[in-house]
């Protein structure tokens, strides 16, 4: 996209210029052609060099580009009785992620009648989710996985709240997984905890447990 370029050297964003020849010898510039996608910095006389060594990065906006409505209209398109399900629905610490949520994005840009529902499938990760790095007893484990549970019902609910306020009337909210992780390596049987009174599971027998939602 036009003008959407930020370009770093280093930690420190460089300004675009339309001409090299009329910066200073210490300006921190660069000039661009949005054609080909080269980026030209000064020689020391007009305009700074970057100092050997510097990492540049540049953050750019593309498109636009073919998306989720194509996709919903293209299958719609094969048979009208598909229903069409978005999974947007990022989690971080333990419920739904700040911003704009898919429901809210998709009405602001007048295309609320273009999903079905949404799918989410929250897994609590203790560790990242209830700051639980170990379990002093078996009761201790069971009252974790219940407010896994109890914010895993939460993040559903949240959500079916934004499909009914922003999405059309029969969108729905569809669980497709639901469970716990643990601590570590997902498939290494010391990612388990295990309690004063249990021991660590074998590798050869460790299993990675996993509530399955009602269809």
């Not at 629905?89 to 992620?97: H, Q, R, T, V």
Request: charged share 25%; proline share 8%.
């Amino acid at each position: 996209m036009p003008k959407s370029q930020t370009i770093r050297v280093d930690k420190d964003i460089w300004r675009e210029v339309a001409d090299l020849a009329s910066a200073g010898a210490d300006d921190r510039v660069y000039a661009f052609d949005p054609r080909s996608g080269r980026i030209r910095f000064g020689d020391g006389h007009h305009g700074e060099v970057p100092r050997k060594g510097s990492k540049i990065t540049a953050d750019y906006d593309s498109g636009p580009h073919a998306g989720f409505v194509d996709y919903y209209t293209k299958m719609k398109a094969v048979d009208p009785t598909i229903e069409v399900l978005a999974i947007w629905a990022p989690i971080e610490d333990g419920k739904l992620a700040g911003g704009k949520s898919f429901p809210e994005l998709m009405a602001e840009h007048g295309h609320a009648d273009k999903y079905d529902g949404m799918a989410i499938h929250p897994y609590t990760n203790f560790s990242r989710d209830l700051k639980a790095t170990s379990f002093p007893d078996k009761r201790a484990g069971h009252d974790y996985q219940m407010l896994g549970d109890a914010a895993a019902a939460t993040m559903v609910s949240d959500l079916t709240a934004q499909v009914r306020k922003h999405g059309k009337d029969d969108a729905y909210i569809a669980v497709s997984e639901c469970g716990a992780l643990f601590f570590g390596g997902e498939r290494e049987a010391d990612a388990y905890p295990a309690t004063p009174n249990t021991p660590t599971p074998s590798p050869s027998k460790s299993r990675r447990p996993r509530l399955t939602a009602p269809p």
